[in-house]
């Protein structure tokens, strides 16, 4: 297990995500969620493995992405949302939030798996809560 | 306090320039520190430099002493960011203090804009050397302005920082580059240009960006024995703190204290911060100059933005900050990022700040920062 939890090689985000559900890794001795996930815990270096989280979460910071115009046309590509999302289990994640508008820090949102890109992988993302 | 000074300085103009090569600028920033030192270029016997992103040589400090024809006793380059044009001034001090050097020169110049291109820099800051992390940041599509974005959207939601805070810190900026010869964005902007330029990612606008810029500064350091400078600066105290490396990583967005860095160096310096006349702060953007402020503890947590709208850390304030324009408009010349403040830092100890000048200007603050306040680094300089 320890190759997946390594940030070099391995694709974090597919080990969080397996079975459409978000798990996140945590430090079976201190018990300490480690993102991002380290080879061994952060704090006492026990063994980290990954655990479930309810998904449900915080907008803790958001920016709506405009990027430059485009050389020729002038024309601004389409705008989106990166956020740093607090889980209510308490690590923090860079993601995009989706599926909403007005966004602002403190919002309530729920884990959903998107594609970034058409093709692209599935990546944790969010959106507004459901309740 | 150290027994090393900085004898000379050189400073290229920031901007869109006409440098053959990167090599070509530091060469020639080398060669003109060395000359306003009054030292002859072979007595330099250590040389220090910042890879540059426009070339690519194994070690471009050998590069430079190659061109140069020189054959140093130590000759390396250093990957600290923006913190590491102060890091390579403790360097020296470390170097002069132990008799491996006894004339250092740093170096450190870069020229994105004409030789690697504004979009291509930009992109290569989001995806590859830059401070995006490419496995858990990258996929989602920030740039590295969307980094500081986030960390002004935090700041905004705890604090109430407003987009005035942040214009405050990118009129000032333009005000005093407008009279600085080398400062590449020197036009003057308005109030209502601020305001209507557009969003690269929100709250940031286009002028709360540095630059793209061309440029450098070089220095050469001796001890104070050594020095034939008739004004050397002294190096009080110097020291470099490192936190994390991605945003992912940090403990809080919206607050990079370094309080124990800072007592380190006010301590060695024997200085207390009342003592200091101006400050020199890496503002690669407008949200970086205000938790800057905050880190070093010139102002209250959130309190940088209300502070900084009143004129507080104007020339008239009571704490002048970059007084060349900062990054936001003497220029970000890419790896050589935060030179700039540490050339105006020494010009304004001597009395070389010209129409900038602040009156008794004897005791100084410089201070750099890496990636998204990955590191910090802070000097205090002196006459």
Known sequence: METELETGGADPFLAATRGGRLALPRCEACRTWVWPPPPTCRLCHGVVSWEPVSGKGTVHAVSGVHGAPDKASGELPPLFFVAFVELAEGPRLMTRLIEGQGWSVGMNVEFVLAAAVTGGPQLPMFRPASN | ?383
């Not at chain 2, 001796?222 to 008739?230: E, H, W």
Request: glycine fraction near 10%; include cysteine; charge should be negative.
């Open chain 2, 1 to 383: 306090m150290t027994d090393t000074v900085i004898g000379g300085v050189a400073e290229a103009p920031q901007g869109r320039t006409e440098w053959a090569s990167s090599l070509a600028l530091e060469t020639w920033l080398v060669e003109s520190a060395a000359h306003d030192a009054q030292v002859e270029l072979d007595h330099i016997d250590a040389l220090i430099s910042v890879p540059p992103r426009a070339a690519d040589f194994l070690v471009d400090a050998a590069a430079v002493s190659e061109a140069l024809g020189l054959r140093p006793r130590l000759a390396f380059s250093v990957e600290a960011g923006g913190t590491a044009p102060i890091l390579m001034l403790g360097l020296a001090v470390s170097l002069i203090a132990t008799g491996a050097a006894d004339t250092v020169a740093v170096v450190a110049a870069d020229l994105p804009l004409t030789q690697v291109g504004r979009r291509t820099y930009g992109a290569n800051l989001a995806n590859s050397g830059g401070p995006v992390h490419p496995i858990l940041e990258a996929p989602f599509g920030p740039t590295a302005v969307t980094l500081f974005a986030l960390m002004a959207s935090r700041h905004m939601a705890v604090y109430g920082t407003t987009e005035e805070h942040l214009a405050a810190v990118a009129l000032q900026d333009r005000q005093r580059a407008s009279s600085h010869p080398n400062a590449h964005m020197r036009e003057p902007l308005s109030p209502d240009q601020y305001q209507e330029a557009r969003y690269v990612s929100t709250p940031l606008r286009l002028f709360d960006c540095a630059p793209v810029s061309d440029g450098g500064g070089a220095l050469v350091l001796t001890s104070r024995q050594r020095s034939a400078s008739p004004r050397p600066v002294t190096i009080d105290a110097v020291g470099q703190a490192t936190s994390h490396l991605h945003l992912t990583s940090t403990p809080s967005l919206s607050s990079f204290d370094i309080g124990p860095l800072m007592d380190s160096v006010l301590a060695e310096a024997g200085v207390i911060r009342a003592d200091l006349r101006a400050a020199f702060v890496y503002d690669c953007f407008t949200i970086a100059m205000l938790l800057s402020l905050e880190a070093l503890g010139f102002a209250e947590p959130g309190s940088a933005g209300p502070m900084f709208a009143d004129g507080y850390f104007d020339v008239e304030g009571t704490l002048p900050v970059n007084t060349h324009g900062g990054l936001l408009s003497h220029g970000h010349p890419g790896r050589a990022g935060g030179m700039g403040n540490v050339i105006e830092a020494v010009l304004q100890v001597r009395g070389d700040s010209g129409d900038r000048q602040l009156d008794q200007c004897d005791k100084v603050l410089v201070h750099g920062m890496t990636g998204a306040f990955a590191q910090q680094a802070v000097a205090i300089l002196g006459s």
